[in-house]
């Protein structure tokens, strides 16, 4: 049975025409037709598109990350630090305006970073959505589209506010001191593995904690973006995501420390519900792994004749099969029946060094979850296309993340 709100038809006895009304200001929205077609399934219409940011002077970050890259491999937390507080800044400027305009709520939040001359500018960007009943209610933050928030509500995921977790890190002595020692022989370098496992998991803890401050008990939709900031070689990597309330899933939340998190799509959402499971962690595994001395010679050598580079073959597996591993043994302490939706990555680090990332939500069937309608509208799937393609590329900054990619 369909369960999702009708919009209200018009009385087909009543042939008068319409009282006269004052003309509605014109709203300008970044939702697309559909988007707006899944929204008003669950009673909700377009509002304007509203923008909050602040803008933070580079020569701190760029001094900072230049003075400890060299001393310490990990996180370097002040910049970490600064950066989600720039991040939090432009969000709550975006929160004021939202307030001020009565939106119900803010669909495809991002939190962008755009780098001018000597600047560094945190930039939030979202479309307000109003109550088409014109109910008041507490506004609510989404990262999600207004086509993913269809699928996410329609699972069962009531959405509360946009969250995100960062770590800046830098590999520091790794790369200086301890791993040339490390590359003389090849194989993975476990030191490596530690620093970028230690990071990569820290943007994780750190969106569960922000999901556990607004009551929420999972995170959906989440996106994971790694990106130099500036040129003071160090990284942020940045996961984002929709901090939502399922009562379905309540019973498995404590398994993950009260809160599931997810990088499946609203749709993959909406599919594994329908089937009777639930996310219940994004989990990631890294490896690093140093093709060594003798290796790289061989490489090199091989480079000027056809055929297999056979010490190239073997690393990359390696690497492969232990980042996996790691992503099985998260999955399997934690009880979960399937890890979905893997994506592998390689990251060249440099020095004859390369991280092999993998990456996947782990789900678990779960009694009495369902979705609210027997199959999704098409409106809800079909992938909007880009009308306006820019092949010049020219711009006053550089966007260097791509939340929605």
């Given at each position: 049975m369909d369960n999702q709100p009708q919009a209200p038809t018009a009385d087909p006895s009543h042939n008068a025409p319409p009282a006269a009304s004052a003309p509605r200001a014109t709203r300008y929205s970044g939702l697309s037709g559909n988007e707006m077609y899944c929204l008003s399934l669950i009673g909700y219409q377009p509002g304007n598109l509203l923008?909050?940011?602040?803008?933070?002077?580079?020569?701190?970050?760029?001094?900072?990350?230049?003075?400890?890259?060299?001393?310490?491999?990990?996180?370097?937390?002040?910049i970490t630090n600064m950066i989600a507080q720039g991040r939090e800044l432009s969000l709550s400027r975006f929160g004021q305006e939202l307030a001020q305009?009565?939106?119900?709520?803010?669909?495809?939040?991002?939190s962008e970073l755009i780098f001018h001359p000597g600047n560094i500018e945190f930039l939030t960007v979202a479309s307000t959505l109003h109550r088409a009943d014109g109910a008041s209610q507490a506004p609510f933050t989404s990262s999600s589209d207004g086509q993913e928030l269809f699928c996410q509500w329609d699972a069962g995921y009531q959405p509360l506010s946009f969250v995100f977790g960062n770590v800046a890190y830098s590999i520091g002595v790794a790369r200086g001191v301890?791993?040339?020692?490390?590359?003389?022989?090849?194989?993975?370098?476990?030191?490596?593995?530690?620093?970028?496992?230690?990071?990569r998991n820290a943007a994780l803890e750190r969106i569960q904690q922000e999901a556990r401050a607004c009551n929420a008990n999972s995170v959906m939709g989440i996106r994971t973006t790694i990106l130099p900031v500036g040129t003071s070689g160090v990284?942020?990597?940045?996961?984002?995501?929709?901090?939502?309330?399922?009562?379905?899933v309540q019973s498995i939340?404590?398994?993950?420390?009260?809160?599931?998190?997810?990088?499946?799509t609203a749709e993959e959402t909406w599919n594994v519900a329908k089937l009777g499971y639930a996310p219940l962690k994004l989990v990631l595994g890294t490896s690093v792994y140093s093709l060594g001395f003798i290796?790289?010679?061989?490489?090199?050598?091989?480079?000027?004749?056809?055929?297999?580079?056979?010490?190239?073959?073997?690393l990359i597996y390696g690497a492969r099969e232990q980042s996996l591993k790691r992503v099985q043994e998260q999955a399997e302490a934690i009880g979960a029946d399937d890890v979905l939706g893997i994506k592998t990555y390689i990251y060249n680090i440099g020095s004859g060094l390369i991280e092999f990332l993998a990456i996947g939500t782990a789900v678990k069937r779960v009694e009495g979850i369902s979705t609210r309608s027997q199959q999704l509208p098409p409106q809800a799937i079909i992938r909007d296309k880009d009308t306006f393609i820019d092949t010049v590329g020219i711009s006053y900054g550089t966007n260097l993340e791509t939340p929605n990619g």
């Open positions: 923008v909050g940011n602040s803008v933070f002077a580079m020569g701190f970050i760029g001094g900072m990350g230049s003075s400890l890259r060299t001393m310490a491999g990990g996180e370097i937390k002040q305009t009565g939106g119900a709520g803010a669909a495809g939040v991002t301890l791993g040339s020692f490390r590359q003389l022989a090849k194989g993975e370098v476990k030191q490596y593995s530690g620093i970028f496992n230690t990071t990284q942020e990597m940045i996961m984002i995501g929709t901090a939502s309330y399922n009562p379905q939340a404590g398994i993950v420390g009260g809160v599931t998190t997810s990088d499946l290796g790289g010679i061989k490489s090199t050598l091989k480079n000027f004749v056809k055929g297999e580079i056979n010490e190239l073959t073997q």
